[in-house]
């Protein structure tokens, strides 16, 4: 069945460090992919999306490519804040239909120090 | 204003206690839906609605009752509630469009811990 692969945490950076969360899938057809973010004691935010092979989906300074060839989505930014210290969902939707769930990778902690 | 909400945030009960959990989006959406996220932060889904209609049910124990009053919420009701059940349960919606996949939107989930 399709699924995602993060890679296991935590994750420590000091700020202003480089940051790459590495995401693979697995999935037949053409899912849709989608990295959320969820702050510590809070529920899960939409950080971004990409729908379609090298869309490349960025927010808040995040970025993550669509890579059809590799089946990956790797998270990116190039500068963190000790703001950004949350837990990293990647996810897939594999189907383009009312009520499709989403596949969860088992989330990437990172903790960013000043 | 809060676009997916759940009450009540925490929920401390007993074992063989029935509770349920509320959901409700005002953002319009025709699809909700409930995950379970364990102690290890695995999310999983668990069902899903769209206009009502029940979509997604998982291999969910036949203790856990969803209700679809109607397109706004989704209520979870857990009965004859055990140890394992203990999680923190998110409700999301999305809205459909015909088109490439569209955002499930989260609540802020309810953690449930069973004593």
């Known amino acids: 069945g399709d699924s995602v692969t993060q890679m296991e945490g935590p994750v420590t950076l000091s700020e202003e460090a480089f940051l790459t969360i590495n995401c693979t899938y697995t999935a037949t057809g053409y899912p849709s992919l989608f990295w959320y973010v969820q702050y510590p004691g809070e529920g899960l935010q939409l950080l971004l999306k990409?729908?379609?092979?090298?869309d490349k989906g960025s927010n808040k300074g995040f970025e993550a490519t669509y890579r059809k060839e590799t089946t990956s989505f790797h998270l990116e930014k190039g500068s963190v804040q000790v703001s950004d210290s949350a837990v990293y969902f990647c996810?897939?939707?594999?189907?383009?239909?009312?009520?499709?769930?989403?596949?969860f990778g088992k989330g990437t902690t990172l903790s960013v120090s000043s | 204003d809060t676009a997916v909400s759940q009450t009540p945030k925490y929920l401390v009960t007993q074992m063989g206690n029935d509770k349920s959990i509320k959901c409700e989006q005002n953002l319009g959406h025709d699809t909700m839906y409930w995950y379970k996220q364990d102690s290890k932060k695995f999310l999983k889904i668990m069902f899903s609605y769209n206009n009502k209609e029940l979509i997604i049910n998982e291999t969910v124990p036949n203790r856990f009752s969803p209700k679809s009053p109607d397109k706004a919420h989704l209520n979870l009701h857990i009965n004859s509630l055990e140890l394992g059940d203990s999680a923190v349960y998110f409700c999301?919606?999305?809205?459909?469009?015909?088109?490439?996949?569209?955002?499930?939107?989260f609540g802020p989930g309810t953690r449930l811990t069973v004593l």
């Open positions: 999301a919606s999305s809205q459909y469009s015909g088109g490439p996949t569209d955002t499930q939107y």
């Open positions: 990409a729908t379609k092979a090298d």
């Open positions: 996810a897939l939707s594999p189907l383009n239909q009312a009520g499709t769930a989403l596949i």
